[in-house]
């Protein structure tokens, strides 16, 4: 069974930084794309990052290139957000995807992160 | 990046059928096949419900059937029942990127 379990969110401070896991379980994490994909409360879903096979190839939204950078463990099984520079309109829930071939087939439950002073 | 358009909300009875609509453009809906339908209930992840535009994964029911026509996208859930009600995604991609539209809230009413 595939598994994705998102750690690492919480309460940060304008400015601060938070770096978000995803463990992946019960399929060959190596050869799949990633994604992180966000959702303000109360708000849609909104693609934020990718990441190929390897790590040799990422892609970010406008709204979080140059502050947050995608990457994956393919021996921990884990992919990686590191986020910097946080700013209120970060705050949302953090889901991980997994790609199966131009769409998003399993989701984890997702990980809060709040940008608050 | 484009955007893909949906209605916001969307409503039937029990045993109706709804249609809900995803707009794109001629540089992502029209020219390929990779719609995906995505169903949200509150508080839970987004689960894949459709992809390639019409498939279906394992365990979905065929009560929902997805379509295109030109840069417009289709969901449609038939024989509606209570547990339907919930959020409901499109996606396309840019390249290699999804792309997400708004979203469209489904009332079961």
New interface residues.
Partial sequence: EVQLVESGGGLVQPGGSLRLSCAASGFPFSNF?M?W?RQAPGK????VA?I?TDGSST?Y??SVKGRFTISKDNVKNTLYLQMHNLRAEDTAVY?C?RD?D?????????TLVTVSS | ?SALTQPPSASGSPGQSVTISCTGTSSDIAD?N?V?W?Q?HPG?????II??VSKR?SGVPDRFSGSKSGNTASLTVSGLQTEDEA?Y?C?S?IG????????TKLTVL
């Fill in positions: 794309w994604h994909v849609g879903l909104v693609w990718r190929n892609s939204a406008d889901f995807a199966g131009y769409t998003l087939d399993h989701w984890g439950r997702g | 990046q390929y990779y995906s995505y949200q839970r992840a987004p689960k894949l992809y390639e994964p959020d995604y996606s991609y290699t990127n999804p792309l997400i539209g708004g979203g």
